[in-house]
T-cell receptor
Framework: KNQVEQSPQSLIILEGKNCTLQ??????????LRWYKQDTGRGPVSLTI?????NTKSNGRYTATLDADTKQSSLHITASQLSDSASYIC?????????????FGKGTKLSVIP | ETGVTQTPRHLVMGMTNKKSLKCEQH?????MYWYKQSAKKPLELMFV???????ENNSVPSRFSPECPNSSHLFLHLHTLQPEDSALYLC???????????FGSGTRLTVV
């Protein structure tokens, strides 16, 4: 069964600090992995997408890593800001008929406090 | 705005009511989706429309009825819902061959 496990479930950090969120998956076959940011009461917004051959990708203060061998990904947030408070969702997609074979993690809820 | 607009943003309805959720995308995508997001659960895929044809119905109760009149609009018709149906309902669209999803802001539904 395809699964995406995220840790920690929730995290509180001080403004300006760095943090790393983890994503482990058992999805097979693998097409790509995305990290989404979801503000409270809003829809998820894509931060990064990584394919099998990519090890790291950055989007501003967000840096995602992917180890396809161990089936692990991480999202590193540098110099956190209050606006980073949100849920971060890891999504793994499988190739196949259509683009809707996605497996979602439950998300990590990040709270950045002053 | 992401290019996917959902209305209403919030909805409170009784169990005997009939209401509809609306989704509109201006991205030229050819696939649209309904997802349900409950607290502390992963997003659950409900329906998929590709080129205006329903291609997936993920064992959703018949009290949820989708409609896709064209590639830009998607509706979710609701009737005789249960309190456990209270959730955030998200619409998404994609260009199917590329697979990148764009989500709307969601409709927060409360069934009383």
């Amino acid at each position: 069964k395809n699964q995406v496990e995220q840790s920690p479930q929730s995290l509180i950090i001080l403004e300006g600090k760095n943090c790393t969120l983890q994503c482990n998956y058992t999805v097979s076959p693998f097409s790509n992995l995305r990290w989404y940011k979801q503000d409270t009461g809003r829809g998820p917004v894509s931060l990064t997408i990584m394919t099998f051959s990519e090890n790291t990708k950055s989007n501003g203060r967000y840096t995602a890593t992917l180890d396809a061998d161990t089936k692990q990904s991480s999202l590193h947030i540098t110099a956190s800001q209050l606006s980073d408070s949100a849920s971060y969702i890891c999504v793994v997609s499988s190739p196949g008929a259509g683009s809707y074979q996605l497996t979602f993690g439950k998300g990590t809820k990040l709270s950045v406090i002053p | 705005e992401t290019g996917v607009t959902q209305t209403p943003r919030h909805l409170v309805m009784g169990m005997t009511n009939k209401k509809s959720l609306k989704c509109e995308q201006h991205l030229g995508h050819n696939a649209m989706y309904w997802y349900k997001q409950s607290a502390k659960k992963p997003l659950e895929l409900m329906f998929v429309y590709s080129l205006e044809e329903r291609v997936e119905n993920n064992s959703v109760p018949s009290r949820f009825s989708p409609e896709c009149p064209n590639s830009s609009h998607l509706f979710l018709h609701l009737h005789t819902l249960q309190p456990e149906d209270s959730a955030l309902y998200l619409c998404a669209s994609s260009q199917e061959t590329l697979g990148g999803y764009t989500f709307g802001s969601g409709t927060r539904l409360t069934v009383v």
